[in-house]
């Protein structure tokens, strides 16, 4: 049973192909918090090194300061973490590309939601969508390249895909991870937060926690917070805090 739920998560995260990250960046743009005023809320996911498979997510909410309103353990990549592309200025270190086996490392905006439920459940208040017929592109030759997309209306160029409604539990509750926004090839894709098959179960790039972990986490994101998903090493992590306006651990 072990090892089937090992498979299961292994299988469950297929990178989507994205850029790699900007070659460079203005010194404005270094000098910027990365994390907006505006950001209310913040899932923050910290790994021990960029081997780690293991992270310890906390929940965090603005008001005069940052408080921690919860914290859980979570999976990542198999391979551990590399950065990817998202809100945060270049650092050196190693890069997300397709396949790696590897989260993405940095800030990133969430999507939209999804799972095998019709509609969300009441109280919810992030974007919602029912997984039936939708499928995420993996293939880079496909104009839908990096989308998540229903294939009953859209007529298919792909050789590749991951279906997001599965056979097993690990896509029941899906919050789609806002990495490699403008889909550029062989950087990585699909990244996910998704239901786990185990505190010993790596993924293949996403982020993986209990179901009632991440049942609580989507009934207390709320869009006006403009919440960020954070994914550093301990040693980023305090590096960039002050810098990226990120609270204290």
């Not at 208040?125 to 496909?142: F, K, Q, T």
Request: hydrophobic share 40%; glycine share 6%.
């Amino acid at each position: 049973m072990k090892a089937a739920l090992l498979l299961l998560a292994l299988i469950a995260c297929s990178d989507r192909k994205s850029p790699p990250p900007a070659a460079s960046t203005s010194v404005a743009v270094e000098k910027q918090l990365v994390i907006p005023k505006a950001t209310k809320q913040l899932v923050i996911a910290v790994i021990d090194d960029w081997s780690s498979t293991h992270a310890r997510v906390s929940l965090w909410q603005r008001k005069a300061a940052w408080q921690k309103l919860d914290e859980w353990p979570a999976t990542i990549g198999k391979s551990g973490a590399a950065w990817g592309i998202g809100l945060h200025p270049p650092r050196t270190g190693p890069l997300k590309r397709e396949g790696d086996g590897k989260s993405p490392a940095g800030v990133f905006a969430f999507r939209s939601t999804y799972g095998y439920a019709n509609e969300a459940p009441k109280g919810w208040r992030m974007p919602y969508d029912s997984a039936v017929d939708l499928e995420c592109i993996n293939d880079p030759s496909s104009d839908h390249y990096a989308q998540i997309i229903d294939r009953k209306q859209v007529p298919s160029d792909w050789q590749t895909a991951e279906l997001m409604r599965r056979e097993d539990e690990l896509y029941e509750w899906v919050v789609d991870i806002a990495h490699n926004p403008e889909a550029k090839p062989s950087a990585g894709s699909c990244i996910f937060l998704h239901v786990w098959g185990g505190p010993e179960s790596p993924t293949l790039g996403c982020t993986a926690m209990e179901k009632q972990k991440l049942e609580a986490l989507l009934g207390r994101l709320d869009p006006a917070s403009q919440p960020l998903f954070v994914l550093l090493p301990r040693a980023e992590y305090q590096a960039v805090a002050d810098a990226w306006g990120l609270p204290a651990l």
